[in-house]
Nanobody, 124 residues
Framework: QVQLVESGGGLVQAGDSLRLSCAASGLTFSNYAMGWFRQAPGKEREFVAAISASGSSIFYADSVKGRFTISRDSAKNTVYLQMNSLKPEDTAVYYC?????????????????WGQGTQVTVSS
């Protein structure tokens, strides 16, 4: 049974940083691409960042490019999202997800398993 557990969210001020973690279990972590998505109140879930199974390919949404960094540690079965220069518009519930493939996808439909989410709130 695949389980993804996010942590690291919280309430911060604009300009601050946070690092989200997502610990995965029940799968061969190094075989699958991982992604981060977010959902703000009243909005659809949107793609944030993804990393391929090998870690060699990474892709970011334009809205976070240059501020967020995705990484993975196969020894710990964990994917991270380092978020710097946070803005109020980054406020959302952040979800990690595992893809059914090694390559990167931006559509949530290509991800098979999801974590429960962690709240990130950025005050102005």
């Amino acid at each position: 049974q695949v389980q993804l557990v996010e942590s690291g969210g919280g309430l911060v001020q604009a300009g601050d940083s946070l690092r989200l973690s997502c610990a995965a279990s029940g799968l061969t972590f190094s075989n699958y691409a991982m992604g981060w998505f977010r959902q703000a109140p009243g909005k659809e879930r949107e793609f944030v960042a993804a990393i391929s199974a090998s870690g060699s390919s990474i892709f970011y949404a334009d809205s976070v490019k240059g501020r967020f960094t995705i990484s993975r540690d196969s020894a710990k079965n964990t994917v991270y999202l380092q978020m710097n220069s946070l803005k109020p518009e980054d406020t959302a519930v952040y979800y990690c997800a595992v893809s059914g493939a090694r390559a990167i996808f931006t559509s949530p439909d290509r991800y098979n398993h999801w974590g429960q989410g962690t709240q990130v709130t950025v005050s102005s």
